[in-house]
């Protein structure tokens, strides 16, 4: 059963930073493309970062482009997403999301890990 | 403003049939496979639909998806009240680099 965990949620402050991780299990982590997917309260869904399954190539939305970093211990099937200079407009619901071997479809989601910005 | 557009909202009535459209261009919808995920309040999205047309196990029939040049469509028959929900639909954008959604439709089962 492939199972994602997301945790490092937090109350942070504008200009703070913070690392989210997606503990994976249940399949073999390293042959799949992640994605970081966000949901602002009320709002829609938008598509954060994503990294092959190699970590050879990234992709960001250009709102987190030079902020956000995304990156992947094979070893321990964790991926993670590095925020920095964060910004009130980032409060969202962060959600890891494990790709098919299509970068177009993603097959399963966590549960998801709030981040507030606000001071 | 999301780069695939959808209906905000959609309703219809127990056992009938709805659609849901979505609009993008020859860099997203017209290029690439269009999914679909149905999300409840309070949880996280779950894919409904991918490649256009096919469902991965345990969604049943009733969901089905079709695709025309830049714009794709999600089909719900038999509507239960179980199914109102938001519906997304995603692809990936060749020219941005970058995923993609529709803002989102809220289904109403009146």
């Known amino acids: 059963e492939v199972q994602l965990v997301e945790s490092g949620g937090a109350l942070v402050q504008p200009g703070g930073s913070l690392r989210l991780s997606c503990a994976a299990s249940?399949?073999?982590?390293?042959?799949?493309?992640m994605s970081w997917v966000r949901q602002a309260p009320g709002k829609g869904l938008e598509w954060v970062a994503a990294?092959?399954?190699?970590?050879?190539?990234?992709d960001y939305a250009d709102s987190v482009r030079g902020r956000f970093t995304i990156s992947r211990d094979n070893s321990k099937s964790i991926l993670y997403l590095q925020m920095t200079s964060l910004r009130v407009e980032d409060t969202a619901v962060y959600y890891c999301?494990?790709?098919?071997?299509?970068?177009?479809?993603?097959?399963?989601w966590g549960q998801g890990t709030l981040v507030t910005v606000s001071s | 403003q999301s780069v695939l557009t959808q209906p905000p909202s959609v309703s219809a009535a127990p056992g009938q049939k709805v659609t849901i459209s979505c609009s993008g261009s020859?860099?997203?919808?017209?290029?690439?496979?269009v999914s679909w995920y149905q999300q409840f309040p309070g949880t996280a999205p779950q894919l409904l639909i991918y490649?256009?047309?096919k469902r991965p196990s345990g969604i049943p029939d009733r969901f089905s998806g079709s695709k025309s040049g830049t714009s794709a469509t999600l089909g719900i028959t038999g509507l239960q009240t179980g199914d109102e929900a938001y519906y997304y639909c995603?692809?990936?954008?060749?020219?941005?680099?970058?995923?993609?959604f529709g803002g989102g439709t809220k289904l109403t089962v009146l």
């Open positions: 995603g692809t990936w954008d060749s020219s941005l680099g970058a995923g993609v």
């Open positions: 249940g399949f073999m982590f390293d042959n799949y493309v």
């Open positions: 990294i092959t399954g190699s970590a050879i190539s990234t």
């Open positions: 020859s860099s997203n919808t017209g290029r690439n496979y």
């Open positions: 999301a494990k790709h098919t071997m299509s970068w177009t479809v993603l097959e399963y």
């Open positions: 490649e256009n047309i």
